[in-house]
T-cell receptor, first 114, second 113 residues
């Protein structure tokens, strides 16, 4: 079956540090890949997505590249801010078109110190 | 509406009671999803509605869980004879069409005592 594995957390960084959050997946075919973010007290929001191999999703300074050869979709940001403190979820949606339910990783909590 | 809304935001119930959780999707969205977020299991898919098609119930953990979607809009998730392991945040999402970006509501936090 489909699965998403995220690195263990939590992660604590100082403001302006470089961020990498690892995400790998197992799926048949060509899934779409997503990063969702959950800010404190708020609902899940789509951060970025990529729908085919070598696509790069980007938003709010975050980037992730769909790497089919390594089945990865690592999230990166060059300089984090305190406002980036949140829980980040990697997710996939099967590419077969028959179902559109998302499979999520366990999430990782990021705390950014001033 | 502007976004997906869910009610109640918090629900505390006693073991063995039934609960109903409500989701109002974004107007015009044809697909509606329920997920559960719990400490031990992370975010899990429960059930998915697309238009007038039969729902995908493959994620429901037991027959105590059921959901319906009336008139292609509002959905209600019902948990019968609640157990302590049902304590979680129940999230609803909708998308314009199946396969489009899913937009999530704020969730209902269910606590079973």
């Amino acid at each position: 079956g489909n699965s998403v594995t995220q690195m263990e957390g939590p992660v604590t960084l100082s403001e302006e540090a470089f961020l990498t959050i690892n995400c790998t997946y197992t799926a048949t075919g060509y899934p779409s890949l997503f990063w969702y973010v959950q800010y404190p007290g708020e609902g899940l929001q789509l951060l970025l997505k990529a729908t085919k191999a070598d696509d790069k999703g980007s938003n709010k300074g975050f980037e992730a590249t769909y790497r089919k050869e390594t089945t990865s979709f690592h999230l990166e940001k060059g300089s984090v801010q305190v406002s980036d403190s949140a829980v980040y979820f990697c997710a996939l949606r099967p590419g077969d078109g028959a179902n559109s339910k998302l499979t999520f990783g366990k999430g990782i909590t990021l705390s950014v110190r001033p | 509406g502007a976004g997906v809304s869910q009610s109640p935001s918090n629900k505390v119930t006693e073991k063995g009671k039934d609960v109903e959780l409500r989701c109002d999707p974004i107007s015009g969205h044809t697909a509606l999803y329920w997920y559960r977020q719990s400490l031990g299991q992370g975010l899990e898919f429960l059930i998915y509605f697309q238009g007038n098609s039969a729902p995908d119930k493959s994620g429901l953990p037991s027959d105590r869980f059921s959901a319906e979607r009336t008139g292609g809009s509002v959905s209600t998730l019902t948990i019968q004879r609640t157990q302590q392991e049902d304590s979680a945040v129940y999230l609803c999402a909708s998308s314009f069409l199946a396969g489009d970006t899913q937009y999530f509501g704020p969730g209902t936090r269910l606590t079973v005592l």
